[in-house]
């Protein structure tokens, strides 16, 4: 069974960075997609970087350029870098991951079967 924990999240102002880590473990093979994605209550999820087992990576438009996500296959343990934050960037940030093959895109939040219990970013202007 893959947990996934994450870490990292806290109260910044506008333009400030965080780093947010999710440490998984159970794998007992290769691994496969992950990625980040955020809800605010009364808004649905929104995904916003996955990384696929090959490295390859996608990005919500809104924090392209802003963003980066990476991981840490020695560890697994997977990233996400955030400069430049804004307000509307608050929102409980969760990790998740797939189980095996699957689509990995930030809109494939569906494919994903494993997920961590969040943690809270929030951004003052």
């Known amino acids: 069974q893959v947990q996934l924990v994450e870490s990292g999240g806290g109260s910044v102002q506008s333009g400030g960075s965080l780093r947010l880590s999710c440490a998984a473990s159970g794998y007992t093979g290769r691994r496969y997609c992950m990625g980040w994605f955020r809800q605010t209550p009364g808004k649905e999820r929104e995904g916003v970087a996955t990384?696929?087992?090959?490295?390859?990576?996608t990005y919500a438009d809104s924090v392209k350029g802003r963003f980066t996500i990476s991981q840490d296959n020695a560890n697994y343990t997977l990233y996400l870098q955030m400069n430049s934050l804004k307000p509307e960037d608050t929102a409980m940030y969760y990790c998740?991951?797939?189980?095996?093959?699957?689509?990995?895109?930030?809109?494939?939040?569906?494919?994903?079967?494993?997920w961590g219990q969040g943690t809270q970013v929030s951004v003052s202007s």
């Open positions: 998740a991951a797939a189980g095996g093959p699957s689509r990995c895109d930030v809109g494939g939040a569906h494919a994903l079967g494993y």
């Open positions: 990384i696929d087992s090959d490295g390859t990576t």
